[in-house]
T-cell receptor
């Protein structure tokens, strides 16, 4: 199994600002994912982040708005840029350990944009 | 586009009642199937998973799910629920594609168990 931690756990931000969310895993993993869970909705994949390559974004998400870093096999960051109230969500980091049999999720970062 | 559908958005039932949550996916190729649960204020936890073998899989906390390939379904069941089963339940599917595998979630079902 994998234990995932995220920082911050929650934040309240002003519109127009940016927030960087950190994700730390207790083991080396090839693939890390970032999801968004908007209020009352399901999880939507933002992007896949592999170490040593550019993140791959899903339809509707762009690098300028959600830049991602993946400097090593245990860490990633997601930045939510130029925030608006519509960005208020829970952002979750997730990892897959190589065989696609289980995907683990972090506790999430609860973001409120005023 | 591939999708995952959960039939019920909200379910309310009493303790000891039986629970069945429907999940269908639209993809004809190889898939791995999951049910996740999110208890109030907590993060996602894996309930059970299926990727091959016996289509009836048993998970934690007395839950089970049956994969019916011909119906593209993976319904979750529990014979007798408890108040502590109050949570949101998500069906999820990993679709294997050359362009990259992806875990896709259904819309979720909020289950309220009344004591």
């Amino acid at each position: 199994s994998a234990v995932i931690s995220q920082k911050p756990s929650r934040d309240i931000c002003q519109r127009g600002t940016s927030l960087t969310i950190q994700c730390q895993v207790d083991s080396q993993v090839t693939m890390m994912f970032w999801y968004r869970q908007q209020p009352g909705q399901s999880l939507t994949l933002i992007a896949t982040a592999n170490q040593g390559s550019e993140a791959t974004y899903e339809s509707g998400f762009v690098i300028d708005k959600f830049p991602i870093s993946r400097p090593n096999l245990t860490f990633s960051t997601l930045t939510v840029s130029n925030m608006s109230p519509e960005d208020s969500s829970i952002y979750l980091c997730s990892v897959e350990q190589g065989n696609w049999e289980t995907q683990y999720f972090g506790p999430g970062t609860r973001l409120l944009v005023l | 586009a591939q999708s995952v559908s959960q039939h019920n958005h909200h379910v309310i039932l009493s303790e000891a009642a039986s629970l069945e949550l429907g999940c269908n996916y639209s993809y004809g190729g190889t898939v791995n199937l999951f049910w996740y649960v999110q208890y109030p204020g907590q993060h996602l936890q894996l309930l059970l998973k299926y990727f091959s073998g016996d289509p009836l899989v048993k998970g934690i906390k007395g839950f089970e799910a049956e994969f019916i390939k011909s119906k593209f379904s993976f319904n979750l069941r529990k014979p007798s629920v408890q108040w502590s089963d109050t949570a949101e339940y998500f069906c999820a599917v990993i679709i294997f594609k050359a362009a990259g595998n992806k875990l896709t979630f259904g819309g979720g079902t909020r289950v309220l168990v009344k004591p």
